[in-house]
């Protein structure tokens, strides 16, 4: 319990739909770490239990880690501080050159993202760790097959939980940020959530009733390799025709340095010049993003067919233009049942409120819950000297 108010802080009912337990129950658990001091005594402060509960001062600190393809996240906060209040770090370097390459970068993005938060690397409690690849969840290792840059062996919560002296967890990066969005998005209470990240690759990550869907070897959501062209380019996941050889960055890229080739124009170098092209009104770069949205929209309309969700949620770094969720938007409601996606109704098809600290946020959640599942706790601050 203590660590779900460390999660985020929030009232009784808040708590006891984030994490299923009756309201009684919360209720007895509050009143005992109220009594242990961990938590201000809600009689005291004149709060009942529409008061928010949140922890005292702690020294503590959680941190969250995304290790893209391309860039670098790391997230760090005192666990007595608001979910936004945290000190980040970022980096255009990713792992796309080797883990071990990586490595050395992502140790001092997190000392300095620590050090942001006024304490420690010993005051670390929880490790976090996201990664775009299939983590198997009864191993926490790679799913195979294990695909490049990644190869089989690495093993970044086993180095970075070492160098720190904590339990590190990791996951897919994409079931994090639908972690990540139910716990701190504005519709929290929605009960099935698919959040979907569209950046170097695509993939989907699914909550239903407050868990997140991994599936038996940590292979639900990849809607990245969901066949959309039998006949298509071959994927290096070794199928044909992936949804993500038609929208991720290496293809988008691709289609706009064909289409300039034409005209004599240089093309682009990174999908962040594609999107800065299209902000910029480049009619190939913005018919690109939207020809990417309207694949992506036809292959979510399959899947809210059969999930039915309330939230359907898209991150990553193409969600920086409004242009992806208009062609998404398009399609969605073309090729789905209309029941599934009603407009008025209980669905909602939105842009990610926490933007690219999505994936990295929902490292803390999940760091945190892995201290929860192994019995660790916060410490509490001692109380300064009279």
Request: aromatic share 2%.
């Amino acid at each position: 319990m203590l660590l779900a108010v460390a999660i985020k802080a929030g009232t009784q009912v808040d708590i006891a739909r984030r994490t299923m337990l009756s309201p009684a129950t919360v209720s007895v658990a509050v009143r005992e770490l109220a009594a242990a001091g961990l938590v201000p005594d809600a009689k005291t402060e004149g709060k009942g239990r529409g008061g928010k509960v949140s922890l005292v001062p702690v020294d503590d600190v959680g941190v969250g880690v995304h290790v893209g393809f391309n860039h670098t996240t790391v997230v760090a906060r005192r666990l007595d501080r608001e979910f936004d209040q945290v000190s980040v770090r970022v980096s255009s370097q990713g792992v796309s050159k080797g883990w071990h390459r990586a490595l050395p970068e992502v140790k001092e993005m997190i000392e300095e993202a620590i050090e942001g938060t006024g304490r420690a690397p010993a005051d670390v409690l929880s490790l976090g760790i996201a990664v775009p690849r299939m983590i198997d969840p009864r191993t926490g290792a790679f799913t195979p097959p294990v695909l490049p840059p990644w190869r089989p062996g690495d093993d970044p919560a086993d180095d970075l939980g070492a160098w720190l002296g904590v339990r590190a967890v990791i996951d897919n990066d994409a079931n994090l940020g639908a972690l990540a969005e139910q716990t701190y998005g504005t519709r929290e209470n929605a009960e099935t959530v698919v959040y979907v990240k569209a950046s170097t690759g695509v993939g989907a990550g699914i909550i239903v009733h407050n868990s997140v869907l991994r599936g038996h070897r940590g292979m639900a959501g990849e809607i990245g390799h969901l066949t959309v062209d039998p006949d298509g380019t071959v994927c290096q996941c070794g199928g044909r025709g992936c949804l993500e050889t038609v929208m991720g960055a290496d293809a988008l890229i691709a289609q706009v340095r064909a289409a300039h080739t034409r005209n004599s124009a240089s093309g682009p170098e990174t999908l962040e010049q594609v999107i800065k092209a299209a902000d910029e009104r480049d009619a190939v770069c913005m018919r690109v993003i939207q020809d990417a949205g309207r694949r992506l929209g036809h292959s979510l309309a399959q899947l809210c067919n059969m999930l039915n969700p309330d939230l359907v949620v898209v991150g990553g770094k193409l969600a920086e233009t409004r242009l992806l969720l208009d062609g998404c938007n398009e399609s969605l409601h073309r090729f789905a049942l209309p029941g599934a996606v009603a407009d008025g109704g209980a669905f909602t098809l939105a842009l990610s409120e926490l933007g690219t600290r999505a994936e990295s946020q929902g490292a803390l959640v999940l760091g945190l819950r892995g201290q929860e599942n192994a019995g660790s706790a916060p410490a509490q601050h001692p109380a300064p000297s009279a």
